[in-house]
């Protein structure tokens, strides 16, 4: 339409209130919520062509109006927008203008809202909320920090003296704050790579950068470190809970059948399949969410024990300290690996993304500064408090360095014990869901494949608990495969696939070259240290 017929039109419905009032689509008496939504049917008109509808200024602030025209060049424009998120300098754009108003400039790309966690989508028929914008639970920056933070400090904090006592004092120091900035880094790519890729999830991610080697490689990253979760959950039940059971009933050792409960490989089979082993069989997982509260008292406790109780600890259960290991150690990679394995929350952090009301890639890069940023302080105080402590004697698991008697200390033993028991089914969902994913994709489900897999998961991660003792070596393994695939390999990776040459890219490469060598060198000691038993003895 011309110009001219615009004007013409408009001087006509200007002229015409009533055929006005009949082009809107839906019209209502009042705004009080006991009338009826009144939809108008306009009559038809003597005029000779047909009047395309033009939305009218409602007389009321309460009339509903739909925009069915879109403009012109609508469709076009949207089409560079979506091109120009391949510059990586609109990444650097600040999202937040948005709060000022939409009259600015500036291309920006489509948020990811609406995301569910890769582990817990289920394809469900219609449902009607899914046509409400908001009908999911949307978080603030606060909560938001929380979720991240306390998807970061977990067992692994536990590990974070031994990894000082691996690498020397002053380079677990620098290690932890430099990891910690790269670990803030790659967590900030998965969502970058994300808009970049047009994907939803981290699995999606690299599937669409790398193909089926990309999926197969994401799997077996995520399954890995998962199922190594679960054995590291075992042995410190194995660790806490018998100490607490006999500091609390001496003579319990000597009464049969009970007694037990105070040997670490039958307290080990009796909660892992007593608790833990119920509550994996459940198939939704936000039936478990109160253990996160849990998880976040029990570090605190774990903390505030090892700070105030290193001074009462006597003479004899303290260690030495040579020039290694107050400067630089020789085992750099072991440390990296467990500093990583404490430091890796990146299957959840797309998830965190979404859950924000506002989702913008700043408000995340806030929210992941902050968490990355208290979890590093908590870990540093966790590290220096036990290393200072035991010295050359500090175990992998810091608590086993305290004396059983100690109050204090058996009840962080029991917060963290208990801790374990119920976040252990929370990584036989993952293991679970990821075999479900590749070996049965689109498959509807079945129970006896879930009590298969549900039950061969916990009973085999048990028996392997049962066989070692040694934590350390556990967060080792862990640290320097899955961990470092998640954190320093597959991210940057993505990004060099996706982005457009840049300083950015030449960074992403080196940290991908990165955790490659320390994946490989990291692993190759860990194994020459069990073969050898060069580790020291460790005692169960």
């Known amino acids: 339409m011309t110009s001219n017929d615009r004007s013409d039109t408009a001087g006509l419905l200007r002229s015409s209130p009533e055929h006005a009032e009949t082009n809107s689509l839906l019209s209502t008496r009042s705004s009080s919520s006991s009338d009826d939504l009144v939809v108008t049917i306009p009559p038809p008109q003597p005029t000779p062509s047909p009047i395309p509808p033009?939305?009218?200024?409602?007389?009321?602030?309460?009339?509903?109006?739909?925009?069915?025209?879109?403009?012109?060049?609508?469709?076009?424009?949207?089409?560079?927008?979506?091109?120009?998120?391949?510059?990586?300098?609109?990444?650097?754009?600040?999202?937040?203008?948005?709060?000022?108003?939409?009259?600015?400039?500036?291309?920006?790309?489509?948020?990811?809202?609406?995301?569910?966690?890769?582990?817990?989508?289920?394809?469900?028929?219609?449902?009607?909320?899914?046509?409400?914008?908001?009908?999911?639970?949307?978080?603030?920056?606060?909560?938001?920090?929380?979720?991240?933070?306390?998807?970061?400090?977990?067992?692994?904090?536990?590990?974070?003296?031994?990894?000082?006592?691996?690498?020397?004092?002053?380079?677990?120091?620098?290690?932890?704050?430099?990891?910690?900035?790269?670990?803030?880094?790659?967590?900030?790519?998965?969502?970058?790579?994300?808009?970049?890729?047009?994907?939803?999830?981290?699995?999606?991610?690299?599937?669409?950068c790398f193909g089926r080697p990309g999926l197969i490689a994401i799997s077996v990253a995520q399954w890995a470190f998962a199922f190594g979760g679960m054995i590291a959950f075992c042995i410190i039940v194995g660790d806490t809970i018998p100490h607490v059971i006999s500091a609390l009933f001496p003579s319990l050792e000597d009464v049969p059948v009970l007694g037990l409960l105070t040997d670490r490989r039958a307290c080990i089979i009796i909660f892992i399949l007593g608790i833990s082993y119920p509550l994996s069989l459940y198939r939704d997982i936000a039936k478990l969410a109160k253990a996160s509260a849990l998880a976040l008292i029990s570090m605190l406790v774990i903390i505030l024990t090892v700070i105030t109780q290193g001074f009462r600890v006597p003479a004899e259960n303290k260690g030495g300290f040579s020039k290694s290991l107050?400067?630089?150690?020789?085992?750099?990679?072991?440390?990296?690996?467990?500093?990583?394995?404490?430091?890796?929350?990146?299957?959840?952090?797309?998830?965190?993304?979404?859950?924000?009301?506002?989702?913008?890639?700043?408000?995340?890069?806030?929210?992941?500064?902050?968490?990355?940023?208290?979890?590093?302080?908590?870990?540093?105080?966790?590290a220096v408090a036990g290393f200072l402590t035991f010295g050359d004697k500090t175990a992998g698991n810091v608590l086993n360095n305290f004396p059983t008697d100690n109050i204090m200390v058996n009840i962080a033993r029991f917060c963290f014990g208990l801790n374990m028991l119920t976040t252990l089914p929370l990584e036989a969902f993952v293991c679970r869901e990821v075999m479900e994913t590749y070996y049965f994709p689109g498959e509807p489900f079945n129970m006896s494949r879930h009590l298969i897999f549900s039950s061969a998961l916990v009973v085999s991660a048990m028996a392997l608990s049962l066989m070692t003792c040694d934590l350390g070596v556990v967060f080792e393994l862990i640290g320097a495969t899955s961990a470092c695939a998640l954190a320093y390999i597959l991210p940057p990776l993505c990004y060099m696939k996706l982005a457009s040459r840049s300083w950015r890219t030449y960074a992403a490469g080196a940290t991908a070259a990165f955790g490659v060598a320390v994946m490989t060198i990291s692993l190759f000691q860990s194994v020459y240290k069990i073969i050898s038993g060069s580790g020291g003895p460790t005692t169960c």
């Not at 939305?55 to 009339?63: C, G, L, Q, S």
């Not at 754009?93 to 995301?115: F, K, N, Q, V, Y």
């Open 326 to 382: 107050l400067t630089i150690n020789d085992g750099i990679f072991q440390a990296i690996g467990v500093i990583s394995f404490a430091f890796v929350c990146h299957h959840n952090s797309l998830l965190i993304y979404g859950s924000l009301k506002k989702p913008t890639l700043d408000r995340f890069a806030r929210v992941t500064h902050y968490s990355t940023g208290i979890s590093m302080v908590a870990c540093l105080l966790m």
């Open 54 to 208: 033009i939305a009218p200024v409602p007389r009321t602030p309460n009339r509903v109006r739909f925009a069915l025209d879109e403009a012109p060049g609508d469709e076009e424009e949207q089409r560079v927008d979506d091109r120009s998120w391949t510059n990586q300098e609109d990444f650097l754009h600040s999202d937040d203008e948005e709060d000022e108003g939409e009259g600015r400039g500036g291309t920006r790309a489509p948020l990811l809202t609406g995301i569910e966690a890769p582990s817990v989508t289920v394809a469900n028929d219609f449902e009607f909320e899914d046509l409400l914008e908001n009908a999911r639970p949307k978080s603030g920056m606060r909560m938001a920090f929380m979720n991240m933070a306390n998807s970061i400090i977990g067992a692994g904090i536990i590990g974070q003296p031994y990894a000082f006592r691996q690498a020397g004092l002053g380079m677990g120091i620098f290690l932890l704050i430099s990891l910690t900035i790269t670990v803030d880094w790659t967590i900030n790519l998965i969502v970058i790579n994300s808009k970049l890729s047009g994907a939803n999830s981290f699995q999606a991610t690299v599937s669409a």
